[in-house]
């Protein structure tokens, strides 16, 4: 099974520097004409060995405000979505929330999220708590969110990682039943 991740955030909050960090090969751009029904955006490209069968794809997506249309159709093509949320700008957990309304908003099947909380270094007062009540549940699981570095490929390869666990988790457990 090929891994394709789709990289989310808000302009400056890592997504660059998180492909960069882990990729086996110079990120490059492709032409997301093709993968977003010929809306015009780029999508930075990336490419990551996970030790084990096909390297997973990541794939950086402009914020989506710029692609309303494409947006559902690009996540769509993505097995999972790593979302990174700059801790230091204006509004994190807002930020949070309207990705996950967006996410929710999407008619097909949930994909698994995980969260990056950037930058904490350059806010290290501002408390994790401010994300609790826009965190919640994600598809019935608790959703994996923790600070990481973009530019740390420990970091970001924890967040890939954790969202490859998820998806073999949903993969093996799918219709298994879900809370007690
Ligand atoms: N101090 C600090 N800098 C970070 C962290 N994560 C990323 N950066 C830096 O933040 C800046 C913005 O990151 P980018 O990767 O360019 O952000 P982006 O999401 O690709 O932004 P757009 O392409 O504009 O949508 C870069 O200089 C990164 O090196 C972090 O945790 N701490
Ligand atoms: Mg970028």
């Not at 405000?65 to 700008?89: I, K, N, P, Q, Y």
């Not at 408390?127 to 570095?149: C, K, Q, S, V, W």
């Not at 970091?155 to 988790?169: F, I, Q, W, Y």
């Amino acid at each position: 099974m090929q891994e394709r991740v789709l990289l989310a955030g808000r302009a400056g909050a890592g997504k660059s520097a998180a492909i960069r960090a882990v990729s086996a090969i110079a990120p490059t751009l492709t032409d997301a004409g093709r993968v977003a029904g010929g809306a015009a955006l780029e999508l930075e490209t990336g490419v990551m060995d996970i030790g084990r069968g096909a390297p997973l794809m990541l794939y950086g997506a402009p914020s989506p405000e710029r692609f309303d249309a494409a947006w559902e159709e690009l996540v769509d093509r993505c097995t999972g979505v790593l979302l990174l949320v700059d801790h230091s700008a204006a509004g994190p957990a807002e930020a949070l929330r309207g990705y996950r309304k967006l996410l929710a908003r999407r008619r097909g099947a949930p994909r698994p999220l995980v969260v990056g909380v950037t930058h904490t270094d350059i806010a290290p007062h501002r408390p994790m708590t401010i994300y609790r009540a826009a965190a919640g549940r994600h598809d019935d699981y608790p959703l994996p969110l923790f600070a990481m570095d973009a530019r740390k490929p420990l970091d970001v390869r924890a967040g890939v990682l954790t969202l490859v666990a998820l998806l073999e988790m949903h993969r093996r457990f799918a219709g298994a039943g879900t809370q007690d």
